[in-house]
C-alpha cells in the first residue's frame, strides 16, 4: 500500500501495525525482519512485510516524453531511499531474477534496474538475492510455467487484492521469501 507524501509515517505505521514505533524504522522487540520483493520492470511490483503486517503495489517507472531515458532509474533509486525512510532498512532484499526477456528494449530496462537495485543495496549494505521466475510461479501455483492469470488468482488465495500481475508476481516473492525464512528458523 504507498503511503501518500502528505502522510504521518508514524501515524500509518500505527494504523497497519498497531505498534507506536517512536519513529518508522523503530518497531517493536521481536518483530520480524523487515523484507522486500521486486518485480523488476517499467512497472514495478512490490511487496513489503513490515512489522509482521504484508504492504503492495505497483511502481511506474516509464520515461516522460521530454526525459532521457536514465530517469526511471533515477527516480526508482529515490523511490528505494524513500522506503528505505518509511520502513527502515530491509533485513533482505528479494527480486525475481528474469533470464529470458521477450525484447531487446525489456532486457536492457531489466539490467538497469537490476544494476541500480544491487548497486543500492552493496552502498546500503543489505543483502539481497535474485529467485528465478520458474521457483516463484512453481511455489504459488504448483506450475513454473503458470500464467498471469494464475499468479494473480495465487496472490487472491493468499488474501491479497493485487492490482496487476507484476503485483502479485511480488507477492507470491513474498511468500517464498517467508517460508524460506520460517525453515532456517
Known amino acids: ?15 497497519l501495525t498497531g505498534n507506536r514505533a517512536a519513529s518508522a524504522t523503530q518497531t517493536a522487540e521481536g518483530d520480524s525482519p523487515t523484507l522486500l520483493a521486486l518485480d523488476l520492470g517499467t512497472t514495478l511490483g512490490w511487496a513489503l512485510r ?7 503495489g505497483t511502481e511506474h517507472f516509464k520515461v516522460g516524453r521530454f526525459e532521457g531515458g536514465g530517469m526511471r532509474y ?11 525512510r518509511f520502513a527502515g532498512q530491509p533485513s533482505t532484499v528479494y527480486f525475481e531474477e528474469v533470464r529470458r526477456h521477450r525484447g531487446v ?27 528465478p521466475v520458474g521457483t516463484i510461479k512453481k511455489f504459488a501455483t504448483g506450475k513454473g510455467n503458470a500464467d498471469k492469470a494464475a499468479m494473480i488468482e495465487a496472490a487472491q488465495r493468499l488474501g491479497h487484492r493485487p492490482a496487476d500481475d507484476n503485483e502479485a508476481d511480488a507477492l507470491a516473492l513474498l511468500h517464498w521469501a517467508i517460508a524460506r525464512e520460517h525453515v532456517r528458523d
Open 1 to 15: 500500500m504507498p503511503v501518500p507524501s502528505h502522510v504521518c509515517v508514524r501515524a500509518h505505521t500505527y494504523a
Open 50 to 56: 513490515f512489522s509482521g503486517q504484508t504492504m503492495s
Open 74 to 84: 533515477l527516480r526508482f533509486v529515490r523511490w528505494l531511499d524513500d522506503l528505505w
Open 105 to 131: 528494449d525489456a532486457a536492457h530496462v531489466y539490467g538497469g534496474f537490476l544494476a541500480q537495485l544491487t548497486a543500492w543495496c552493496e552502498r546500503h549494505g543489505v543483502p539481497y538475492q535474485g529467485v
